[in-house]
């Protein structure tokens, strides 16, 4: 069974909006960061997921048709830029399995047959550790958030993340 990485979107593949939602492509900033720690970890032979709410939707600011072209946008950047694949794209706009709950993760662990003990949940918020932990995977927390649980690994920012993954994950 193969290992994955799960990314949260907003504030680890992109730029976050800060208050708000990404509601175009306009409004997706790809963060080179990710980009290399995308890199590394298909080179270590981890698999890639990104989790995502996308809460914009129930509300209204967004439709499905908006996130799905986002996302179909993003996959076509990361292969013909980067030659970079994901192997999914999981988000829930309203439903009991958004984040902070695990539903998105097992999900994508069923479908994929991914190994969640191997795995790591990578996010900045404290529903993103949460929901890591709560399916079973190791965590890495960037940026300030105070979770309740602390995640195995806290880092600063995009760019210590993205020059630790290969270190991380090597030490397991």
Known sequence: MPSCIFFDRDGIVNRSPGPGYVEHWQDFHLLPEFVTTLEIITRLGFKAVIITNQRGVALGRMTLADVDDIHRRLREVLKTQHHLDLLDIHDRNACDCRKPKPGMLLEAARR?????????????????????????????????????????????????????IAKILAAG
Not at 141 to 162: E, F, K, N, R
């Open 112 to 164: 994929h047959q991914i190994d969640l003990a191997r795995s790591w949940m990578i996010g900045d918020s404290a529903k993103d550790v949460a929901a890591g932990q709560a399916a079973g995977c190791r965590t890495i927390l960037v940026g300030d958030a105070t979770p309740t649980t602390p995640p195995d690994h806290h880092l600063p920012d995009m760019a210590t993340l993205s020059s630790s």
